[in-house]
């Protein structure tokens, strides 16, 4: 920021402080805030800095010289409001620029890696830094702290699916958080997190080891090794099944009972595909279904239209269920 820049800036800000910014004023203002990096420094360097607090010094000195600090007890009461004002003006200034220079030079919030497995891509298989392993279903994301292996290790699974192979540590113990609030606590063992964003519908299925399922009030149920667990997030509804789940990393995916919402992300997430669908007119089926590793988009689209009687038209990777 050159000289004219700053004294400009610092003008507004005394202006904005004192309310008698114009709505062009305030405009530059929300563009000069608006220009801060996301991470970094607000100033280019140190001198920049300093700069910045010698006009604002100055200010001050400006706005109360030494003969009104001798006479303000003085004063008039309204020639000493005057004074008193100008101080708060600069003052406020200084506030605003402070909470600004703290914003975005001190310590800022966590910084996360995001992991995503793309969509029609195939699935992908991620290390942590505790050797714990994840393989993400396509179209599946997730992240975690930089300093993941602290006092808990956190998993957000923001969404998609994802199963989870956890290094055993009984000192650091092992959560999988989704955007609804339920969380999945392990120390070592291997299980499958399904939370589609646009789906109610969280599910667990516990391949080895024991689980904690809870949600953001109570701890909803403990599974072992070979039973699975669906929690409906509007209504509260927790389903439990006995039975070993399905290794989909193989590509293998079993459907029970699965709305079409569901079948739709299949479409996308393993095929790549453009999904167009009416909400209300599929809200009426659901789906239980096997889809094998060698089932092709076309061979999942006839077998819906086989059982549903819904018809569709694909092209050029779009596919419209009419």
């Known amino acids: ?21 114009t709505p062009e004023e305030m405009d530059l203002l929300q563009q000069w805030y608006a220009a801060f990096p996301e991470n970094g420094s607000v100033w280019e360097n140190k001198e920049e800095k300093e700069a910045m607090k010698d006009a604002l010094k100055a200010n001050i000195f400006n706005a109360i010289t030494p003969a009104q600090v001798v006479s303000i007890t003085q004063a008039p009461d309204k020639t000493q409001r005057k004074i008193w004002w100008s101080a708060a003006a600069v003052v406020a200034v200084l506030v605003v620029t402070y909470l600004l220079y703290n914003k ?61 192979s956890v290094h055993k540590d009984a000192q650091h113990p092992f959560l999988v958080k989704t955007p609804g609030g339920v969380q999945t ?11 589609y964003a646009q789906l109610a519908i969280v599910q667990v299925m516990v391949t080895s080891g024991i689980v904690q399922v809870s949600d953001s009030t109570h701890i909803l149920d403990t599974l072992k090794a ?13 389903k439990r099944m006995d039975g070993p789940p399905e290794d989909w990393r193989s590509g293998e995916l079993a459907l029970n009972n699965a709305p079409f919402a569901e079948v739709a992300r299949i479409l996308t997430n393993r095929y790549g595909l453009q999904v167009s ?46």
């Not at 004294?7 to 008698?20: D, F, N, P, V, W």
């Not at 096997?290 to 061979?299: K, P, R, V, W």
Request: net charge negative; proline share 2%.
């Open 104 to 164: 975005y030079n001190y310590k800022k919030g966590p910084e996360y890696i995001v992991v995503t497995a793309v969509a029609g891509k195939g699935i992908i298989k991620h290390e942590l830094p505790d050797h714990s392993e994840i393989w993400l279903e396509p179209g599946t994301t997730i992240r975690y702290h930089k300093d993941f292996v602290r006092d808990v290790r956190i998993i957000e699974l923001t969404d998609g699916m994802a199963f989870f």
């Open 1 to 21: 920021m050159n000289k004219l820049q700053q004294s400009m800036i610092t003008s507004l800000l005394e202006k904005h402080a004192l309310g008698i910014c």
């Open 226 to 238: 070979d039973q699975q667990l669906s929690y409906e997030q509007h209504t509260h509804a927790i």
């Open 277 to 322: 669908y009416n909400e209300k007119a599929v809200a009426r089926y659901s789906f239980t279904i096997h889809i094998s590793q060698q089932t092709t988009a076309d061979d999942l689209l006839e077998l819906l239209k086989d059982i549903s009687g819904l018809t569709y038209v694909l092209n050029n990777g779009k596919v419209t269920i009419q």
């Open 185 to 195: 606590k392990v120390l070592g063992t291997e299980f499958t997190v399904k939370a």
